[in-house]
């Protein structure tokens, strides 16, 4: 069957293309709370966004995402104050997400999945970047997050999609598994996935910190590891480690005597 955007929608394709990223774009300035508050654990929900110089509300009009900051030329319609390009590098970098995602795996029961991911991830980034913490009110439902949509999505999908989403099943040791049903095997896969991405990364910190007595990383970077393997499988979680890593966060040296 075909589930195309055009075929479901009867609107040209680049229409999807420009709605994925007006809605990335617009996740990305709710995005810009979150990364905001989550770290100082205070409600992204109220009170309303003001400016953090003069508390003034922001108006709707100079909330729009992308535009109001160039509209504005980057500075605070009431004070002046100037307001961080981090904001619409956010709001830019979560539409130019969406908009690859919505590229990268049509129009299908598994997109929703893929935009929570990427909005989950562009949130935990930034948050790490600045205050070197992944907190877990983004990590743990993540993780929970994955394992419900690997059981569900058997329940609802022809076997087919399922494993064309999450390939791992296709691949030894799950395809081992094919007697078994595909809910099982499926959550499965998101157990090992998560004990390869989280409990690999929590190993090398462990063998670090025996042989030279520092934390070689948070317990942050394992929970989201844990997220990311729970949802993407043993083999792409692989992948996502060799091909992100980082040095460690070893602690800053001691002060020389006067």
Avoid at 196 to 216: F, M, N, Q, T
Wanted: hydrophobic share 50%; with cysteine; aromatic share 12%.
């Amino acid at each position: 069957m075909d589930t195309s955007f055009e075929t479901i929608t009867g609107l040209p394709q680049w229409v999807g293309y420009i709605f994925s990223f007006v809605l990335g774009s617009m996740i990305g300035s709710f995005l810009n709370v979150v990364i905001h508050r989550v770290p100082l654990e205070k409600s992204v929900v109220f009170p309303n966004s003001t400016c953090p110089n003069c508390k003034n509300a922001i108006k709707p009009y100079d909330n729009l995402p992308i535009l109001s900051w160039l509209a504005l030329r980057g500075k605070c319609r009431n004070c002046k104050n100037p307001i961080s390009a981090r904001y619409p590098a956010v709001e830019l970098l979560t539409g130019l997400l969406f908009l690859l995602v919505f590229w990268q795996n049509g129009f299908n029961a598994f997109l929703p999945v893929a935009l929570v991911f990427a909005a989950a991830t562009v949130a935990l980034v930034f948050i790490d970047a600045e205050h070197m913490i992944l907190p877990n009110v983004i990590t743990y439902p993540l993780l929970g997050f994955a394992l419900l949509v690997r059981i569900i999505f058997p329940f609802f999908c022809e076997p087919a999609f399922v494993k064309s989403v999450f390939r791992d099943l296709n691949f030894y040791p799950l395809s081992a598994l094919e007697a078994y049903p595909l809910w099982l095997v499926s959550l499965c896969g998101s157990i090992l996935g998560a004990l390869v991405g989280g409990g690999s990364l929590w190993l090398v910190g462990e063998i670090w910190k025996r042989l030279r007595g520092v934390d070689a990383m948070g317990l942050g970077d394992v929970k989201m590891l844990f997220g990311v393997g729970a949802l993407l499988g043993w083999r792409l979680t692989l992948l996502t480690i060799f091909l992100g890593p980082q040095p460690p966060r070893l602690p800053p040296p001691p002060s020389p005597p006067p």
